[in-house]
């Protein structure tokens, strides 16, 4: 039976992590997968889960089925969160949410629902993108394009050229759009170029299709939110898949949402009825601990607050590493100016290094970036910060 199965090719950033699980090299330093670690180098188990796990083991709530489409409080606590509690849409009853396992899970529902609703419609990625954005919407059945994003030269987004791409779009094109910490740039839009691009969205009827993973990692919470909010206040029907893996570094519970904006409560009904319906034929219904402990931090205030303030501490320990980086850099005298570096938001940057850069910094000093010169600044810290600053400047200047 099995005898013809090919080798399916590893995941470029899983596989990476593979290796250097491998490498026995105790200064070995792992910039590659989208991982936050704290200072010590370990993913945080923030205070605020850890509050709610200890009120819901104390519970000891049975395990029952969840509904198909998840926790209503969590659901609705994804809705506010994403769109705001005073949106109008929340009132009007034109959001469609439902949890899923992650932010590839949510990815996951749209594409299967958006494939049963327009077969023949093509989806644009940006280039360059999350690999699993491309590989989830073909194995969804889907022809995958990709549209200009990234300019090397400038290290900012081509905005023109992206325009053009999109004014070329047919009605129904689905358009992945990064809603705040753009991976694997770190290069965002402007609030001007949202603006523009949700005016050609809604004159060329094309369908947007949000990815949120770092909400809270850019500027704020509130802040990180404003691309999905303008396509909200614009009444577009839009599709939103949320993560919460990195917000509560929670990446092994699968916490994450689909919310789908409709134009009426009418219609939302019979969204949620085929995105359940795509759910019950996948994975039947949502798995509870993830979900549950979300809700309870992000439905009490106290938890709550504890919460913002974890995820700022984050946000704001990333930046200074960013801040560093560039001085350093400079301190030990790199051969380019990475000021570029500052400029850039969330966990990763495009740090301009080749393949060959990459290549050097493993195998002479067991520092892991992804080969498109991607490292993920949240893994920095006051420890490997030297090593990675003088590794970057010797694999430049020698
Ligand atoms: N979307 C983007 C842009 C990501 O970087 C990630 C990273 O993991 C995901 C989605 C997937 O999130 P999750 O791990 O919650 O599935
Ligand atoms: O880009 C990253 O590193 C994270 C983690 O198939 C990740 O988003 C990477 C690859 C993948 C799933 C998650």
Same mark, same amino acid.
């Given at each position: ?98 949890? #899923?396992?992650? !932010?590839? %899970? ?9 494939? &049963? /609703?327009?077969?023949? $419609? ?90 949120? #993973?770092?909400? !809270?990692? %850019? ?9 999905? &909010? /303008?396509?909200?206040? $614009? ?164």
């Amino acid at each position: 039976l099995f005898s013809t199965v090919e080798l399916a090719p590893n995941d470029p950033i899983l596989g990476l992590n593979e290796t250097f699980n491998a490498d026995p090299r105790p200064t070995k330093v792992n910039l590659g997968i989208g991982v936050y670690t704290n200072d010590d180098g370990r993913i945080p188990l923030l205070r605020a889960v850890r509050e709610a796990e200890k009120a819901r083991l104390e519970a000891a709530v049975p395990r029952g089925y969840l509904p198909i489409d998840g926790i209503t409080a969590y659901n609705s606590a994804v809705q506010k969160l994403l769109f705001g509690a005073a949106s109008p849409l929340l009132a009007q009853g034109r959001i469609a949410t439902v949890q #899923a396992l992650g !932010g590839t %899970g949510a990815l996951k529902i749209g594409a299967d629902f958006l494939r &049963r /609703l327009n077969p023949s $419609a093509k989806v644009a990625v940006s280039n360059p993108s999350w690999e699993n954005h491309r590989a989830l919407f073909q194995a969804a059945g889907f022809e995958v394009v990709s549209y200009p994003y990234y300019n090397a030269e400038t290290q900012d987004v081509d905005f023109t050229s992206l325009v053009n791409a999109f004014n070329t779009y047919a009605p129904g094109t689905i358009v992945i759009l990064h809603a705040c910490c753009h991976n694997p740039t770190g290069v965002d839009l402007t609030p001007e170029q949202w603006q523009q691009v949700v005016h050609i969205v809604k004159e060329r009827q094309l369908v947007p299709f949000l990815d949120i #993973a770092y909400q !809270g990692f %850019g500027v704020g919470i509130e802040e990180d939110a404003a691309a999905v &909010r /303008l396509f909200a206040e $614009a009444g577009i029907n839009s599709f939103i898949a949320n993560s919460f893996s990195k917000s509560f570094s929670l990446y092994g519970e699968r916490v994450g949402a689909l919310s789908v904006i409709t134009s009426s409560e009418a219609e939302t009904l019979r969204v949620l009825s085929q995105l359940k319906l795509v759910i019950r034929t996948t994975y039947s219904n949502p798995p509870t601990h993830g979900g549950a402990i979300v809700a309870a931090i992000l439905n009490k205030p106290e938890l709550r607050a504890l919460w913002e303030q974890e995820l700022s501490e984050m946000r704001e320990r990333i930046l200074s590493m960013r801040g560093n980086l560039v001085a350093k850099l400079k301190q030990y005298g790199a051969n380019r100016d990475f000021e570029f570096v500052n400029r850039q938001r969330g966990m990763f940057s495009y740090s301009g290094l080749s393949a060959q850069h990459v290549e050097r910094l493993r195998t002479e000093f067991g520092i892991y970036a992804v080969s498109t010169g991607r490292i993920c600044v949240a893994a920095l810290n006051t420890r490997n910060i030297e090593t990675v600053a003088q590794a970057i400047t010797q694999v430049l200047n020698t």
